[in-house]
């Protein structure tokens, strides 16, 4: 009694554990339709992981906060230097850049110098004002999960929750040994 129990612990917790995920298309058996939990509610699954994603891991604000920062302005800062000596030597004509091009590339750089941090100030906010505009965390995370086809999707959630599924079914087994050792003593004594 106790082996059977744990056998029937175990196979219907195993088979629960499966139809989580199985099967991917809905399958008509007399009057029902089954389809795994997981296949049946992809969707909805992902647009909450994107809400949860954006609400509690992920806000706007900390990913703009995760990479903008002085170093990050100083690089821009220097960037900048370059790209507009750059620009503005090759739109010169020849004869200017000759005569002046050490002039513009110090008025250049003097001008980054006291300027630069408020230029690449202004930029940081109108990337963070206008790029929040566009971001949606959630809409992003729905779209890259609804895009994954099931048997990606499972790997992904296998991967996250394979120990415990598999204590799921262990507890199965354990529950229907001890309903067994039940029934054992309790037939034994009636």
Do not use: C, W
């Given at each position: ?7 029937i612990?175990?196979?219907t ?12 298309k809905p ?7 089954f389809?795994?939990?997981?296949p049946k509610?992809?969707?909805?699954i992902?647009?909450?992981m ?5 609400e509690?891991f992920?806000s ?5 906060e ?6 990050l302005?100083n690089?821009?800062?220097e960037?900048l230097?370059i790209?507009?000596k750059?620009?503005?030597l090759?739109i010169?004509?020849?004869m200017l850049?000759?005569m002046?091009a050490p002039q513009?590339e ?14 690449i100030?202004?930029?940081?906010d ?5 790029g929040?505009?566009k971001l949606?965390?959630k809409e992003l ?8 086809d099931?048997v990606a999707?499972e ?7 394979r ?5 799921i ?11 067994g ?8 004594f009636?």
């Amino acid at each position: 009694m106790i082996a059977i129990g744990g056998l029937i612990g175990y196979l219907t917790n195993m088979i629960a554990v499966k139809m989580l995920f199985r099967p991917i298309k809905p399958k008509k058996f007399l009057f029902f339709t089954f389809q795994g939990l997981l296949p049946k509610r992809k969707t909805t699954i992902a647009e909450s992981m994107g809400e949860t994603i954006e609400e509690a891991f992920l806000s706007k604000e900390t990913i703009f906060e995760s990479f903008i920062d002085d170093d990050l302005a100083n690089d821009f800062k220097e960037t900048l230097k370059i790209k507009i000596k750059s620009k503005i030597l090759t739109i010169l004509p020849p004869m200017l850049k000759q005569m002046f091009a050490p002039q513009i590339e110090s008025i250049i750089e003097q001008y980054i110098e006291l300027e630069g941090e408020q230029l690449i100030e202004e930029l940081f906010d109108s990337l963070k004002t206008h790029g929040f505009e566009k971001l949606n965390i959630k809409e992003l995370v729905k779209t890259r999960v609804d895009a994954l086809d099931f048997v990606a999707f499972e790997q992904l959630v296998l991967n996250i929750v394979r120990k415990e599924l598999r204590h799921i079914e262990l507890i199965g087994l354990f529950l229907g040994m001890l309903i067994g050792a039940l029934q054992f003593v309790i037939t034994m004594f009636i």
